[in-house]
């Protein structure tokens, strides 16, 4: 019997059309999350859930700094070296397939880790195993900067509607925390966190232009009113639409 083709998670959805910042913050998030670090061209990062590698191109740029960048999602990974060579930044970023869950690094290896907009994908067993990872290869006193998605939820069922609601949406199963939930992530592991949270705007049309420019903006809204994209496109644009106000997005430091 042929094999039902699963629909492609929301972010790969989202790229298809162009999107290049798959975080929930966009960023305003990602720049506040990145000016908590001493970024200098010593300072050896680790991007885990690198994706196509903006981020990593955009530290490498302004600081010379050595970045590794981590994703299992082998496509993602070939654009992110397409990407990492028509910048010329070979020489100092290494693109690495890989699970967060088991790092292929020695115990403080790192002077920061970047993880956006993945950890909200884990269950919550497996959350605690990748912030474990994160810690270990960190050197003391060495942050993790991380941006997901909390629930601004009135009590746990409508916690769990949200969960359910934005796992429809995007098309795979997440488990979005409140804030005090992530922070409490974050302790267990042995880090001091600080957070800032702020609007979700992934897909505002406000959120768009900022991320990607007008051009950029206005190319995603094209494709994703072609036939074949527009009811993926219509049901997730809508979820955000109607919830959007009930998420936050969540950056917190964490210092080893
Ligand atoms: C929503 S995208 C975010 C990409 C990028 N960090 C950004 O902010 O634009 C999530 C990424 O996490 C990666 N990912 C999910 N689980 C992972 C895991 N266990 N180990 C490594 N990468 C993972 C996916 O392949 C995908 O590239």
Redesign the pocket.
Known sequence: MAEEKRPEPG?EFLAKLGK????PGGREA?EWLLGQADFTADTRVL??????G??MVALAEAHGCRVTG????PK?LEKARANVEKHDLSDVIDVVE????ALPFPDESFDVVI????LT??PRD?KAV?VGEYFRVLRPGGVLLT?DVALRARDEEHAMELRAGISRAIGVNVDPLTGEMWLSVFRNAGFEPEAKTGDMTLLDPAGLVRDEGFDGAMRIIRNGLRTENFDRFRRMFNFFFDHGKEFAYIAVVSTK
């Open positions: 972010h290049t910042r798959l975080r990602t991007e885990v859930a690198c994706n196509m903006t981020t981590l994703d299992m999602n993602a890989g699970n967060a869950l993880n956006e907009a993945m994908m884990l497996k990748a941006h």
